[in-house]
C-alpha cells in the first residue's frame, strides 16, 4: 500500500487546477464527474475538458447543467441522483452502452450539513449521497474502469472527516439523536475509506483510487449553514461583504487536488491515500488540532473492510469479482 505521507510534490494550497494540468494533454481520455456543472465539478469539468478529455456530468437537474457546461468542448450531460438507485443504475446503464473505457472517475458531488432527510430505502441523506451513491455507481462502472487498464478513481473527502469517524453500527442515525455535523462528518470519513478498499480491489485491474481534501471554499454546498454556524469557521459579513479567513481557498484552487489526483505522474503506481493541497497528507493523532492532516479512523484498514461489506449489503451492489488481493486486505 502506498505509505500516508506527503511526496513533497513541489505544489501546494494555493495551486490552481489549472496549474496542475499545464502541458498534460488528456485527448483520448474519457471522465465522469458528478455533480460537475457547479463549483469544484465544474472547475474540475473546465480544466478536463480544456485538456481534451471527454467528460460526462452526472447532474440531478440536467438542463441546469446544460446551461453550466452547454459552451465546453466535449462534455456531455446525464441525469444522476445520487440518492436514488434507479437513476445510479440508469446512468451507469447508459455509459456501459457507449462501449467506451472509462478512465476517470470524479466521485464530486455531495452535500453538507443538512436536516435530518431520509431516502426511498430509509437511509439518513449525507450518508446515502455522500458514500452509498458514489459506490453503487463506481460498482456498477466497474467494467468500464477495467477496460480503461489505467483508471483513476477520485472521491472528494473533506477535512469535515475530522468531526465524525464512521459509526458502523449505526450509519443512518435509527437509533441515536441525528447531528447533521457528525452525519456530515462520518460520511466524509466514509469517503476516505472507501478509496482504501477500491484501491486494494482496483490496483490488480490497473484501477487506482484516492480521497480528496479540496480545502475550504465557499460554495453551494454551504446553503444549509447558517451564518452564526459559519461564523464558528471563521466567516462572517462585514458592512454586508462576506469575510473569510487567509486559508479559504477560491474554486481554482479548490479544484487542484482533484486534478493532480486524476493526472498527475508523480501518483503512478500508488493509491488508496487521502490527499490535500495538491499532495500526499500527513497522517495526524486523532485529536489534533490542525487544519490538515487525516485522522487515524479514515485510513483505518480493518474499517475500510467493515464500510466496504456494509456498503455491498445496503446497495445490494457489487465489484463483479472478488479479488485474493480483496479478501486478504
Not at 469544484?40 to 438542463?63: C, F, H, I, Y
Not at 459552451?71 to 456501459?96: C, T, Y
Request: glycine share 10%; proline share 4%.
Amino acid at each position: 500500500m502506498t505509505e500516508q505521507k506527503p511526496l513533497n510534490s513541489g505544489f501546494g494550497p494555493k495551486t490552481t487546477a489549472q496549474e496542475v494540468m499545464a502541458g498534460r494533454d488528456l485527448r483520448g481520455k474519457v471522465a465522469i464527474v458528478t455533480g460537475g456543472h457547479a463549483g469544484l465539478g465544474l472547475e474540475t469539468t473546465r480544466v478536463l475538458s480544456k485538456a481534451g478529455a471527454t467528460v460526462v456530468v452526472g447532474s440531478r437537474d440536467p438542463k441546469k447543467a446544460e446551461m453550466a457546461v452547454g459552451k465546453m468542448m466535449n462534455v456531455e450531460v446525464g441525469q444522476l441522483d445520487l440518492a436514488g438507485p434507479s437513476s445510479i443504475d440508469r446512468f451507469a446503464s447508459e455509459f456501459l452502452n457507449s462501449n467506451r473505457a472509462l478512465d476517470l472517475l470524479i466521485n464530486n458531488a455531495g452535500i453538507m450539513a443538512t436536516p435530518l432527510a431520509r431516502d426511498e430505502r430509509g437511509y439518513e441523506m449525507q450518508f446515502a449521497t455522500n458514500h452509498l451513491g458514489h459506490f453503487q455507481l463506481t460498482a456498477r462502472l466497474w467494467e468500464a474502469l477495467k477496460k480503461s487498464s489505467d483508471a483513476r478513481v477520485v472521491t472528494l473527502s473533506s477535512r469535515g472527516h475530522s468531526f465524525a469517524e464512521l459509526d458502523l453500527s449505526d450509519p443512518n442515525f435509527e437509533n441515536r439523536p441525528y447531528d447533521k455535523w457528525k452525519a456530515y462528518g462520518q460520511s466524509k470519513s466514509a469517503n476516505s475509506l472507501f478509496s482504501i478498499g477500491l484501491d486494494t480491489r482496483g490496483r490488480e485491474h490497473g484501477i487506482r483510487a484516492f480521497a480528496v481534501h479540496p480545502g475550504a471554499i465557499l460554495t453551494e454546498l454551504t446553503r444549509y449553514i447558517a451564518e452564526e454556524e459559519l461564523k464558528a469557521f471563521g466567516v462572517y459579513r462585514e458592512n454586508g461583504v462576506l469575510k473569510v479567513p487567509e486559508r479559504f481557498k477560491n474554486v481554482e484552487q479548490g479544484a487542484a487536488t482533484t486534478i493532480w489526483c486524476a493526472v498527475s505522474p508523480q501518483l503512478n503506481g500508488k493509491g488508496g491515500v487521502y490527499c490535500e493541497d495538491c499532495d500526499i497528507a500527513a497522517a495526524v493523532p486523532a485529536d489534533s488540532k490542525l487544519f490538515t492532516g487525516v485522522r487515524p479512523w479514515a485510513i483505518d484498514k480493518g474499517a475500510a473492510e467493515a464500510l466496504w461489506v456494509l456498503s455491498e449489503k445496503l446497495t445490494s451492489a457489487s465489484i463483479p469479482e472478488r479479488t485474493a488481493a480483496g479478501r486478504s486486505a
